[in-house]
């Protein structure tokens, strides 16, 4: 054996199909180590091609129908015509009986050529023979044509007498003798089934066997020199399955390499598995991409169909729905009924790509024939049917196939059918009570969506009493059962648990959920990690994995909505105003790449952080409602009747359009309060089972409340106890059942409990809401109000970096309503600057205070200069008290040029005493201001002016 052809090797693997050439034994653990690497030929040079289809001999009949003896064709061809009926082709059927039918026929037509139809024929009824006449005479054959030199009949013979032949036919002592011959004559397939009964013969040497081996090994070499390139295939099946030599895996991957450069798309296909599969030391799924695609572009359906799937869905390929629909439908063609499964799944948008309805309804009602009613294909095409139909036959279609699949056990196609009951339900609610029998159904063979839609149809109270406990019950369920989002949201109620354990179980739920792929859970649980509060600790390295999990999600939608999460807990969990500003900075990245949600998180932001203006809210939901968003329609067409100044109409028009595209808040602020029917349309509204969120049921309340019906007011009270029921832990909840007490809708007597729930929401990161707390202390509205407490609430605020906090400070301060210092009102002013609010009024005030000894000790200094900065805002009355200062020198050093100064100022900002001493001092002449009758009769009509306004 030629040195170079030894190699080392590595990895086993065991994926791929059985090996050519006929061995019907498995090979036993003593089959030698022989490594050897394939030649270094030019393998595309040397091999000589297939084949072709256009060599193939013409079919002029159908010879399954029509009698053999007609076929008129030169021998040669009958054997490769008879050839393909035994083995079955693109072209025709397998049929052992036609192609012996063909063989007898040549034999008849072309006796002279005997020879060439014997052993093929012999191969028939060898494979096909069911008495032992046929079996004899297939021995005949081969016995006569190894008489006529035929040394392929050797081995022939050799394989009817082994132990993968007949049974009546075995004969070991024959076999060994046949065998051998065909491995002297140098047949490289004898050569190989006489070293496999040397491996197996317990008397044989280690060397005979190695012997046996190698020289089969290089008979099949000298076949690939010679042209014969599917040996690189035989070898590299020995290696693979341990045939004749030991398994050994990264030989085999060579020969196998070798031959798949050559084109032949089933040896690619072959090594595509291979390297995906778990038995190679690494998989590589670049590799197997690339082998995957040669053989599917080689034409091979199960290839095109595998390669269409990653197309599909963008595992280990970049997702394409082109490249899909090509590789899937050239799959379909060839007969692959999976493909048209695909397809339909392709074009019914499930992967993200385009709707094409008509395609999608042709191709899943080709999949669905003969299928399995209790499989998952039923339920897509129901769902699909449901979803995309656009009719009520359509609908009805889909509860017809998916209660057959139901009625065969689908758990999913009961939730299926549950969900059109629901839809249904949102128009006529006599619908979901089905619903919420489909849906149990589901849910008690432990589907997880059904679960989870029961949980939220008792949390709303759809079909059924709203019932916490039940909906609480059935959420645990769908976590159990795998749901994500159940997971995430029993999470969080059991984080609030008074008990260690609960709260310790809920971090495990969110954690989970979160490498589930939740947006919501990945948010809450990252930016815990990053702060370390809320009972998780401090896990840089954990928020960092989970950074990185984030980065390679694949869904555009999922990672986006991530994002949004991520942005919204960070700014939740930051105690300094700065850091809440900075997240919500964050957010204009999503929102010039057009994300509608992006913009009406950083509007809710803005208000939570007590940084939203006016008018930058009115261009956020301008410019949400010119998106066709129903959130930012409904707000814009708020913000736009709120406007006295500016059409009703126009803002009424926007609200009907966000209520035509099915919003909740706007059907409701549509409703008005002097209408008979206002309670029965806000009933209608409601009885479908749309107010399904604690803000939806605060609004609810709000609307009965602004009823002159008294059982209005009965109703809102109800509507505010499920809101208050449900709240949690979200901020913005609380808030919105903290506002509704506040406003009196359960009643002015309980006013205070909404302290309570600006607290809790407090503490779950909505810093604005201490305004709101500080305001119910001024307003004596809590149980234990206090000025003192409200003035803390305040500075936490101002301190956070918050101006209006800041500027309520102030006014409060100058209106007695808050005790304070100059040092401590200098350092407000000093924060606000020039963003001081109605400083003119509020520093007049306070200079007044400061003259009193109201805020401590008198500070003449500080009293000059809080007027200087209230005249400086245009306050004539500070400008006047200026003058005073100045021309008397009281608190000040005497200056009659800035008396004078401030004097002209304060008569100019129509101060009546300042015009009518500066028309007198323009009479007499005074220092600073010689005499001028033009200037003094100009400012004695000025004083008439300003004593007729008075």
């Known amino acids: 054996m030629r040195k170079d052809y030894f190699r080392n090797s590595v990895v086993v693997t065991a994926t791929v199909a059985g090996l050519a050439g006929g061995f019907a034994s498995a090979a036993y653990a003593e089959n030698p180590s022989i490594l050897l690497d394939p030649p270094a030929l030019d393998y595309k040079a040397v091999c000589k091609p297939p084949v072709a289809k256009g060599d193939r001999p013409k079919i002029e009949k159908d010879w399954a129908k029509n009698p053999a003896s007609e076929v008129d064709l030169p021998a040669s061809s009958i054997v490769s015509l008879a050839t393909e009926y035994q083995r079955g082709s693109d072209r025709v059927s397998k049929s052992a009986d036609v192609a012996e039918a063909l063989l007898r026929a040549g034999l008849a037509k072309y006796p002279a050529q005997r020879d060439i139809f014997l052993l093929p024929l012999a191969r028939v009824l060898i494979e096909s023979g069911s008495s032992i006449d046929e079996l004899r005479e297939a021995e005949s054959n081969l016995l006569e044509a190894y008489g006529t030199g035929n040394l392929r009949a050797a081995f022939a013979l050799g394989q009817l007498y082994g132990d993968g032949g007949p049974s009546q036919m075995r004969d070991v002592s024959k076999a060994h003798i046949y065998l051998e011959k065909s491995a002297l004559s140098s047949d490289p397939q004898g050569m190989i089934e006489y070293a496999r009964l040397i491996t197996l013969d317990p008397q044989a040497t280690e060397e005979q066997k190695r012997s046996a081996v190698t020289n089969a090994l290089l008979g099949l070499m000298a076949q690939i020199k010679a042209g014969d390139c599917s040996a690189l295939s035989q070898i590299g099946f020995l290696y693979l399955r341990g045939n004749l030599v030991s398994k050994e895996v990264e030989t085999a991957l060579k020969w196998l390499e070798a031959f798949a450069q050559t084109g032949d798309p089933q040896t690619a296909q072959n090594l595509a598995n291979l390297y995906r599969s778990n038995q190679v030391d690494q998989i590589d799924i670049q590799k197997s991409m690339t082998y995957l695609k040669q053989a599917a572009d080689g034409g091979i359906a199960s290839a095109e169909f595998m390669l269409g799937k990653a197309y599909a869905t963008g595992v280990s390929v970049q997702q394409d729905s082109t490249l899909a629909v090509r590789y899937l439908t050239s799959a379909s063609e060839k007969g692959l009924l999976a493909a048209d499964e695909w397809l339909a799944r392709v074009y019914s948008g499930e992967f993200s790509g385009e709707v094409d309805a008509a395609k999608a309804r042709s191709f899943f009602e080709r999949a669905t024939k003969d299928v399995d009613p209790a499989g998952a294909l039923p339920v897509r095409y129901g769902a699909f049917l449901a979803n995309f139909g656009g009719s009520q036959s359509d609908v009805e279609k889909a509860l017809k196939v998916l209660e057959t699949a139901a009625a065969a056990g689908s758990a999913d196609a009961s939730n299926e059918i549950g969900k059109i009951y629901l839809k249904m339900g949102r128009t006529d609610p006599s619908y979901l009570s089905k619903a919420i029998h489909f849906f149990s159904e589901s849910a008690s063979s432990g589907n997880s969506d059904g679960a989870a839609k029961l949980a939220g149809m008792f949390a709303c109270g759809q079909g059924a009493p709203l019932s916490v406990e039940l909906s609480n019950e059935w959420r645990h369920k769908a976590a159990v059962f795998g749901s994500t989002n159940s997971l995430y949201i029993s999470g969080l109620n059991m984080v609030t648990s008074s008990d260690a354990t609960d709260q310790a179980k809920g971090r495990i739920y969110l954690q989970q959920a979160a490498y ?17 509060v809320d009972g998780f600790e401090q896990n840089p390295e954990a928020a960092t994995r989970l950074l990185k999990f984030v980065a390679l999600l694949k869904d555009e939608t999922q990672k986006r909505l991530t994002e949004l999460s991520i942005i919204r807990n960070r700014f939740d969990v930051s105690a300094k105003l700065d850091e809440k500003i900075s997240q919500i900075g964050a957010i204009d990245a999503l929102i010039q790449a057009g994300d509608n949600d992006a913009l009406m998180l950083k509007a809710q932001l803005l208000q939570d952080a007590g940084q939203a203006k006016p008018q930058d809210l009115e261009a956020i939901y301008e410019q949400l409602a010119n998106a066709g968003d129903p959130r930012g329609m409904r707000e814009y067409g708020k913000v736009l009747l709120a406007d006295l100044s500016k059409d009703s109409s126009v803002g009424q028009t926007w609200l009907t359009k966000a209520a035509d595209a099915g919003d ?23 009885s479908a089972g749309e107010a399904c969120t604690v803000d939806a049921m605060v609004n609810v309340a709000r ?17 505010l106890s499920l809101a208050e029921r449900l709240s949690d832990r979200d901020g913005d909840d609380l808030f919105s059942v903290g506002a509704a007490f506040r406003d009196g809708i359960d009643g002015v007597e309980n006013r205070f409990k909404a302290e309570a729930f600006f607290l809790r929401s407090y503490a779950l990161g909505r810093i604005s809401v201490l305004r709101d707390l500080a305001e119910g202390h001024l307003q004596g509205l809590w149980a234990s109000s206090s000025a003192d407490a409200a003035k803390t609430y305040l500075l936490k605020l101002y301190a956070s970096g918050d101006k209006d906090a800041a500027n309520k400070l102030i006014s409060e301060i100058a209106d007695e309503n808050l005790t304070s210092s100059t040092t401590e009102v200098d350092e407000l002013q000093a924060f606000l600057g020039s963003d001081a609010v109605n400083s003119g009024k509020y520093f007049l005030k306070l200079a007044r205070l400061n003259l009193a000894g109201k805020l401590g000790a008198r500070d003449d200094a500080t009293v000059v200069r809080w007027l200087t900065i209230s005249a400086q805002a245009g306050e004539a009355n500070a400008m006047y008290r200026l003058y005073q200062t100045f021309f008397y020198g009281t608190g000040a050093e005497k200056d009659i040029g800035k008396a004078v100064e401030w004097l002209t100022k304060a008569a100019e900002a129509g101060n009546p005493k300042a015009a009518r001493e500066l028309a007198t001092a323009y009479k007499v002449g005074v220092v600073g201001l010689p005499a001028d009758a033009e200037k003094a009769a100009y400012w004695d009509g000025r004083v008439k002016e300003l004593s007729d306004g008075e």
Do not use: N
């Not at 589930?516 to 370390?532: M, N, Q, T």
């Not at 808040?665 to 349309?681: E, H, V, W, Y």
């Not at 609307?703 to 509507?719: C, I, N």
């Open 516 to 532: 589930k792929g939740s947006p919501d859970a990945i948010g809450y649980v990252l930016a815990r990690w990053e702060r370390g």
């Open 703 to 719: 609307v009965y409340a602004s009823l002159p019906d008294p059982e209005a007011k009965t109703l809102a009270r109800y509507w």
């Open 664 to 686: 909740f808040k706007a059907k409701l602020s549509l409703i008005d309060p002097g209408d008979p029917q206002a309670m029965p349309k806000i009933a209608a509204i409601t």
